[in-house]
């Protein structure tokens, strides 16, 4: 159902009327009427009445609830808010690029700076901050110098259009839900040497069923000016169907690529209830389609279809990081049905993973959903990191601190 919002623990989010293609949370259930929702630009976060259980079968939800590997977790997490990163609470002016509301903040380090892509962006209604408001973007691109989480981040700058707004880096059709492109939204970015990679996918429509929607495709686009400015690949990365549609990609060394060698990708298909598999590439051939393999449970093949599930069922929005303290990979990723954001330990990045920590609870933090981190983000011992979470509540992002005990 949708929710009327007037005040968050943020500060107040006045909705004064619709947006002219209001949207139901992306993969959220909604009673808005079917004549209101013909061009619904699709958001991430999801009501926690009504939702997706009702419409699954009871025996598939317990199988996704119960099915979770055997490895234990070596620590245990909490988490805290530290500050908004984005809209009218954030340290950084929002109203010159025109960010009132925004999610995601999948991110990458390069020349000592930290890229950030956002996705579905909603401006400023002159001096009022409306959710869902006006001059929608698909996706957006910031960055920042300050590599200290502790006291939050202030962005320093966006890839801007000549009035001094944000634009998007990949053009999304904004065409009614399955009736052709509905958005591009980003899932992961990489830096490899001076160049950046941003993954994306073609979202075909996002279904009033909480974490259901379906892609086109995804593709990559890379940068060799840091960011600023934007070449797709040469070939769509995956089809309609991929299980690599939504990556989560790391460059870093550590166990399993020590020198570096490869670009590791935890991918899964669009939406929030299949498994994770992992792929990989050299790191000078992302690019190109075929020079990626996959882990297929006992090596590497050139056959995608041969993927293994390392992740059971459900997971969606992922980010992957190499923390040095502890010597291990971590993986995070939202569990839609149990409402909360994951994190997962692995001493290779294809794994095996351990169970799941809860690194943030719906309850804690209404609507709650990515978790994606950065190398500089993380202390020296490995046992507190930082992090970007989005809320659909106030529609915006917030940076995070993570706190890990050793059992």
Not at 77 to 86: D, G, I, M, Q
Not at 224 to 246: L, Q
Not at 349 to 365: I, K, M, N, Q
């Amino acid at each position: 159902m949708r929710m009327a919002w007037s005040e968050t623990t943020d500060g107040p989010v006045r909705e004064e009327y619709p947006h002219p293609c209001p949207l139901p949370a992306r993969g959220r259930e909604t009673k808005t009427p079917a004549s209101v929702l013909a061009s619904p630009p699709p958001l991430r976060g999801r009501d926690r009445v009504g939702g997706v259980l009702p419409a699954l079968n009871f025996a598939a939800v317990l199988v996704l609830l119960l099915a979770t590997p055997a490895l234990a977790t070596d620590y245990s997490v909490t988490s805290e808010k530290v500050k908004a990163l984005t809209g009218p609470n954030a340290p950084a002016p929002m109203k010159g690029p025109d960010i009132c509301g925004t999610d995601l903040g999948t991110m990458a380090e390069i020349d000592g700076k930290i890229v950030l892509a956002f996705g579905d962006t909603f401006g400023w209604n002159e001096n009022a901050c409306i959710r869902f408001g006006p001059n929608w973007r698909s996706n957006v691109v910031a960055f920042t110098s300050d590599l200290d989480a502790s006291d939050g981040i202030v962005i320093d700058d966006w890839v801007k259009g000549e009035d001094g707004k944000a634009v998007e880096i990949a053009r999304g059709a904004h065409q009614d839900a399955f009736k052709g492109e509905q958005t591009k939204i980003p899932t992961a970015m990489v830096a490899v040497g001076d160049t950046l990679y941003l993954h994306y996918m073609s979202v075909n429509g996002f279904s009033s069923m909480g974490g259901v929607w379906l892609c086109n495709w995804s593709r990559f686009i890379s940068s060799t000016d840091g960011g600023k400015t934007w070449s797709p690949g040469p070939d769509e990365f995956g089809s309609f169907k991929s299980s690599f549609n939504m990556l989560a990609l790391s460059a870093q060394p550590g166990v399993g690529n020590e020198d570096g060698k490869y670009v590791y990708a935890v991918g899964t298909p669009c939406g929030r209830f299949a498994g994770a598999r992992v792929g990989r590439v050299a790191a000078d051939q992302v690019l190109d389609t075929k020079a990626w393999e996959y882990f297929d449970g006992g090596g590497w093949v050139s056959d995608r279809a041969q993927a293994a599930e390392v992740i059971k069922p459900g997971a969606g929005e992922g980010s992957l990081v190499w923390n040095p303290g502890i010597k291990r990979w971590m993986y995070t990723t939202l569990n839609e049905l149990s409402e909360t954001i994951e994190l997962r330990f692995a001493e290779r990045p294809e794994g095996p993973w351990s169970a799941p920590e809860v690194l943030a609870r719906g309850s804690d933090y209404a609507q709650a959903y990515g978790a994606y981190m950065t190398p500089s983000w993380i202390s020296e011992d490995g046992l507190s990191f930082w992090f970007v979470m989005s809320q659909f509540g106030p529609y915006n992002t917030y940076v995070m601190k993570a706190t890990l005990t050793p059992r």
